[in-house]
T-cell receptor, first 113, second 115 residues
């Protein structure tokens, strides 16, 4: 079983739609849960960051973590064409033997006019 | 210049060439990283430098050789690459605090094609 599973898409939605992006994970030791956004021909940029179960909101973006189900989601409200990008989930564990950051494969999102 | 800058943006090289990728961070961070990004695969960590010291080499072939002369600059020297090494190579930096360094700041990457 892969440590992180993420649907690669592509996901195409009309402008104004609510978008739901998801990742499942198997390592219960993950401590931090993140979403990165990567525009075409650019590096990833940190979008959302949380370390606890529940919801965290930032403008049109909401990150949701369910540790009991090992499931995280990113919701985008009122999606815009500028949201078209690849979204990477990422998980971080701080251990005595070294830190580990594990990425999903990314979901490609296209928001159409 | 702000953030993390990488040069060149694109690189085409033959299997017998030697080339270098350059990365510079202007964020005052104390850790720098090389990642490889291939289509349909998760980001693969290649090398980590904390305070200029290499702390991780993730079983990377010796045809990739990193160099970190100071906490702001990072190089990846390439020689006798294989076509399967074609990918986007990303540099990142972070601030290690209390042992944690979970927030990475990435450059735009070098798109490498090996012929």
């Amino acid at each position: 079983q892969k440590e992180v599973e993420q649907d690669p898409g592509p996901l195409s939605v009309p402008e104004g739609a609510i978008v739901s992006l998801n990742c499942t994970y198997s390592n219960s030791a993950f401590q931090y849960f993140m979403w990165y956004r990567q525009y075409s021909r650019k590096g990833p940029e940190l979008l959302m960051y949380t370390y606890s179960s529940g919801n965290k909101e930032d403008g049109r973006f909401t990150a949701q973590v369910d540790k009991s189900s090992k499931y995280i989601s990113l919701f985008i409200r009122d999606s815009q064409p500028s949201d078209s990008a690849t979204y990477l989930c990422a998980f971080y564990i701080l251990t005595g033997g070294g830190n580990k950051l594990t990425f999903g494969t990314g979901t490609q999102l296209k928001v159409e006019l | 210049e702000t953030g993390v800058t990488q040069t060149p943006r694109h690189l085409v090289m033959g299997m017998t060439n030697k080339k270098s990728l350059k990365c510079e961070q202007h964020l005052g961070h104390n850790a720098m990283y090389w990642y490889k990004q291939s289509a349909k695969k998760p980001l693969e960590l290649m090398f980590v430098y904390n305070f200029k010291e290499q702390t991780e080499n993730n079983s990377v072939p010796s045809r990739f050789s990193p160099e970190c002369p100071n906490s702001s600059h990072l190089f990846l020297h390439l020689h006798t690459l294989q076509p399967e090494d074609s990918a986007l190579y990303l540099c990142a930096s972070s601030q290690v605090s209390g042992g944690a360094s979970e927030k990475l700041f990435f450059g735009s990457g070098t798109q490498l094609s090996v012929l």
